[in-house]
Nanobody, 123 residues
């Protein structure tokens, strides 16, 4: 019954910004580490960012550090990914996921996944 629903994807010119949202339902949201992953054509699923249950701790892939910011609002059961200074290399399907275990950077440990939202960056 757990549902994660992403929104906010679209087509943006290089250098622009997007904010992705992921609304969670039917889970105790504050008990889960939340993460964002992406998958580009011909590539595997790549870790992007994660945020701890309280929001006090975050981590990022080197490829997005300094450009992307993950945040969460536990009162709204929502996690966000603010993406700035976007590059064509950021083009991918972006997925949010919920993690009950201790390793926020590995896709193997995430229990629930959203359907994804497409992000396309034009050059």
């Amino acid at each position: 019954q757990v549902q994660l629903v992403e929104s906010g994807g679209g087509l943006v010119q290089a250098g622009g910004s997007l904010r992705l949202s992921c609304a969670a339902s039917r889970l105790t949201f504050s008990n889960y580490t939340m993460g964002w992953f992406r998958q580009a054509p011909g590539k595997g699923r790549e870790f992007v960012a994660a945020i701890s249950r309280s929001g006090a701790n975050t981590r990022y892939a080197d490829s997005v550090k300094g450009r992307f910011t993950i945040s969460r609002d536990n009162a709204k059961n929502t996690v966000y990914l603010q993406m700035n200074s976007l590059k064509p290399e950021d083009t991918a399907d972006y997925y949010c996921a919920a993690n009950q275990r201790a390793d926020p950077g590995s896709a193997k440990w995430y229990d629930y996944w959203g359907q994804g939202t497409q992000v396309t960056i034009s050059s």
